[in-house]
Nanobody, 126 residues
Framework: QEPLVESGGGLVQAGGSLNLSCATS????????MGWFRQAPGKERKFVAA????????YYADSVKGRFTISRDNAKNMLYLQMTSLKAEDTAVYYC???????????????????WGQGTQVTVSS
């Protein structure tokens, strides 16, 4: 399986913005739902956002709705996460994830993901 490689993390002040990217050379990228998860220090990894194979349907954790936007470019095998109005509590390692299915489960969007990148650190200073 081809790796998922995140980039774009860094240090930003509260209220600022960051754009994360996830790249892969996996030719089956277009066939699967993709998502972003995050893990804060000492806490479990949590769902952030996901979208179906076409990008036509998106899902967000309540904590990021209205501030984060997930998108994908299937022609480039790229996944993105635009983050705005960042808060200190957004500080975490952010992981790109690939589902084993083409669509996100509408009731449990965090399920069915089975491949992960190495993560990129996002630190928001207050």
């Amino acid at each position: 399986q081809e790796p998922l490689v995140e980039s774009g993390g860094g240090l930003v002040q509260a209220g600022g913005s960051l754009n994360l990217s996830c790249a892969t050379s996996d030719r089956t990228f277009i066939a699967y739902a993709m998502g972003w998860f995050r893990q804060a220090p000492g806490k479990e990894r949590k769902f952030v956002a996901a979208l179906n194979w076409s990008g036509g349907r998106t899902y967000y954790a309540d904590s990021v709705k209205g501030r984060f936007t997930i998108s994908r470019d299937n022609a480039k095998n790229m996944l993105y996460l635009q983050m705005t109005s960042l808060k200190a509590e957004d500080t975490a390692v952010y992981y790109c994830a690939k589902s084993r299915l083409a669509v996100v489960h509408p009731e449990e969007p965090e399920r069915d993901f089975d491949s992960w990148g190495q993560g990129t650190q996002v630190t928001v200073s207050s």
